[in-house]
């Protein structure tokens, strides 16, 4: 079974700088795909980042890009330039293979602050 | 993009009763829907995978008899609560699988709808 460990509850961030959000996972799979979404005030799910494992090059969304060390089983985001809409749950999340049923694995969130 | 709809947003009902949640894929087809439950602050807990035209499959703990799924067309499936209580009050997520024009079949994410049982 897969899991994803979001080991930091809790970060809280000044506006405009830059902050990293850890992830690690386990999985016995070599093809799988990795997931950042936000969750805001509103609770509406939002796709930040997307990578999938087979790839190398790091992915990058805007102000948002992943570090993503395959060997460590290491994903975690990073968010330049933070604004204050940035405020949000993140989640990381896993899913194998590419069927219709693939099933996504959450971690437990992490609750991020951008201060004014 | 693809949008998800569900409603209601938001619904209160009596200990007892029954209440149903719609999950709409509004400008695509999608031949699997899911099912999650959110309590505050937490993460979101996967109960069932809804697949058009077949019996939903639960996960491990979710009752089938008590949360109902049907994915009666390929935009949209239903989840009844049936004889809500309390401790069913919670934030029901539903997702929808886009299953052409990109790889993985990323899902798609409803706005929610929060459950109060009175």
């Known amino acids: 079974a897969q899991t994803v460990t979001q080991s930091q509850p809790e970060m809280s961030v000044q506006e405009a700088e830059t902050v990293t959000l850890s992830c690690t996972y386990d999985t016995s799979e070599n093809n799988y795909y990795l997931f950042w979404y936000k969750q805001p005030p509103s609770r509406q799910m939002i796709l930040v980042i997307r990578?999938?494992?087979?790839?190398?090059q790091n992915a990058t969304e805007n102000r948002f890009s992943v570090n993503f060390q395959k060997a460590a089983k290491s994903f975690s985001l990073k968010i330049s330039d933070s604004q204050l809409g940035d405020t949000a749950m993140y989640f990381c999340a896993f899913m194998t293979s590419t069927g219709a049923n693939s099933k996504l694995t959450f971690g437990k969130g992490i609750t991020l602050s951008v201060r004014p | 993009g693809a949008v998800v709809s569900q409603h209601p947003s938001r619904v209160i009902c009596k200990s007892g009763t029954s209440v149903k949640i719609e999950c709409r894929s509004l400008?695509?087809?999608?031949?699997?829907m899911f099912w999650y439950r959110q309590f505050p602050k937490q993460s979101l807990m996967l109960m069932a995978t809804s697949n058009e035209g077949s019996k939903a499959t639960y996960e491990q703990g979710v009752e089938k008899d008590k949360f109902l799924i049907n994915h009666a067309s390929l935009t949209l499936s239903t989840l009844t609560v049936t004889s809500a209580h309390p401790e069913d009050s919670s934030f029901y997520i539903c997702s929808a699988s886009l299953t052409s024009g990109r790889s993985p079949y990323e899902q798609y994410f409803g706005p929610g709808t929060r459950l109060t049982v009175t």
């Open positions: 400008d695509f087809q999608a031949t699997t």
């Open positions: 990578q999938e494992a087979y790839k190398q």
